[in-house]
């Protein structure tokens, strides 16, 4: 992204964003409520176009090619896409249907590779089980976790999450987390970006960070120079003390 204004009325929802994605880094996006994280993601998976700015994903310029064949290169996972799934849907079909971007299986027919990819991505992700149940059956955690099966189902080049631990409770989070740490130190795996609130959900082996607040980046880069207390407390606008231990994050207000 260069020079990347959202604007809507007299509102910015992003202001003057440079960003580079490599295809080996993991990023995570931190910000408080509002501060354009999603939009920022909405970009990034050619949903949305900037107002001004050029926004290259893939080797393509978004206004200049089919988003429809750019999409399918992109696994996204969020809440809104959450919801357009129909909780009567089995989940095996919700993750295989994924590689033609459909949510359900209905219309479309699939091969053994197909199948077998959505099965071997179930296990990974801990849902194989569920194969049979509906969609809406399972827990928070579960959802969130076939989310992520089915957004790798078309091997993506570009894996985008947004706020995948959200409403989980501890062992869902800390199950998350340590699955996402192992996808990000697995080399072949696509270049990742993780939206969340927290610290305490970056997973070990991400590379990078971006802190935005009220539509413009305050920081970005090595996760090692972005995540500092002096940063953090400027992206949410409270004094904060941060903690590391074994690669994980800890915050809270300063003292
Ligand atoms: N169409 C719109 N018109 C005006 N303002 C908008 C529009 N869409 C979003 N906004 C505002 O833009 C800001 C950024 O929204 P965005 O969803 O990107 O934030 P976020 O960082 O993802 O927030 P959260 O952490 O709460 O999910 C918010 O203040 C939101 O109210």
Redesign the pocket.
């Known amino acids: 992204m260069k020079g990347v204004d ?1 604007v ?2 007299e ?1 910015f ?2 202001r003057g964003v440079d960003w580079t994605v490599e295809a080996d880094h993991r990023w995570v996006v931190l ?12 970009l990034a998976a050619a949903q949305m176009h900037p107002t001004r700015g050029v926004v290259e994903l893939l080797g393509e310029t978004l206004g200049a090619v089919d988003v429809f064949e750019l999409r399918p290169r992109i696994g996204l996972t969020s809440a809104a896409l959450a919801q357009r799934i129909a909780p009567a849907e089995k989940t095996g079909d919700v993750v295989v249907s994924a590689g033609y971007a459909v949510v359900g299986r209905w219309r479309e027919r699939y091969d053994v590779h197909d199948l077998t990819r959505a099965g071997m991505l179930m296990q990974q992700w801990g849902v194989e089980q569920f194969a049979h149940r509906p969609f809406g059956t399972l827990s928070e955690g579960e959802r969130k976790r076939a989310q992520i099966a089915r957004a790798l189902m078309p091997d993506p080049e570009l894996l985008l999450l ?2 995948p631990g959200a409403g989980l409770d501890l062992g869902g989070r800390e199950d998350l987390v340590s699955r996402l740490s192992d996808l990000a130190h697995y080399h072949f795996a696509p270049a990742q970006v993780l ?1 969340t ?1 927290h610290v305490e959900e970056i997973p070990p082996g991400y590379s990078h960070a971006l802190l ?1 607040r009220e ?1 413009a980046v305050v920081a970005q880069g090595a996760a090692d120079d972005v995540l500092t207390a002096a940063n953090l407390s400027d992206t949410f606008g409270v004094p904060l003390a941060l903690t590391r231990t074994d690669g994980r994050f800890a915050a809270r207000r300063a003292a």
């Open positions: 959202v809507r009325g509102t929802l992003l910000g408080p409520n509002g501060a354009g994280k999603t939009t920022l993601l909405q947004d706020e939206v609130h935005l539509g």
